[in-house]
C-alpha cells in the first residue's frame, strides 16, 4: 500500500473518497490495520483511493488532523473530513462506512 508524504497529502485528498490510514513502522495495532486495508483497498479499487501516512515521517499532517492514537482512519470526500475512526476497523465496517460517501 502506498505511503503518502507531506508535500503530497492534500493533493491527494482533494478530489472524490479518500481512506488515509495515520500509522507508524512500530505499532503492532497498525501492521493488523495494514492487513484489513490491503483486502479494503481491493474491495473498493477505482471507487476509493487508500493510502498511508507515517506518523513519524509526516508529524505537520497528523498534527493538522488532531491525531493523537495510532492507528487512526480519516475518510475525505473532496478534501474534507467525513469520518474518524481511532483504533483497529473490522472489515465490514469500514467498508459500510465507505459506501456512504460513494
Same mark, same amino acid.
Given at each position: 500500500?502506498?505511503?503518502? !508524504?507531506? =508535500?503530497?497529502?492534500? *493533493?491527494?485528498?482533494? !478530489?472524490?473518497? &479518500?481512506? &488515509? +490510514?495515520?500509522?507508524?513502522?512500530? @505499532?503492532?495495532? @497498525?501492521? /493488523?490495520?495494514?492487513? /484489513?486495508? !490491503? +483486502? /479494503? $483497498?481491493?474491495? %473498493? ?8 501516512? +507515517? %506518523? +513519524? ?12 492514537? /495510532? ?8 478534501? =474534507?473530513?467525513?469520518? =474518524? ?5 473490522? #472489515? !465490514?465496517? @469500514?467498508? *459500510? $462506512?465507505?459506501?456512504? #460517501?460513494?
Amino acid at each position: 500500500m502506498r505511503i503518502v !508524504e507531506e =508535500k503530497d497529502f492534500a *493533493n491527494e485528498i482533494k !478530489e472524490g473518497v &479518500v481512506l &488515509v +490510514d495515520f500509522f507508524a513502522t512500530w @505499532c503492532g495495532p @497498525c501492521r /493488523i490495520m495494514g492487513q /484489513i486495508l !490491503e +483486502d /479494503i $483497498a481491493g474491495e %473498493v479499487e477505482g471507487k476509493v483511493k487508500v493510502f498511508k501516512v +507515517d %506518523v +513519524d515521517q509526516s508529524g505537520e499532517v497528523a498534527r493538522s488532523f488532531g491525531i493523537m492514537s /495510532i492507528p487512526t482512519l480519516i475518510i475525505f470526500k473532496d478534501g =474534507k473530513e467525513q469520518e =474518524k475512526h481511532v483504533g483497529i476497523w473490522q #472489515y !465490514e465496517d @469500514c467498508v *459500510n $462506512a465507505l459506501k456512504k #460517501y460513494l
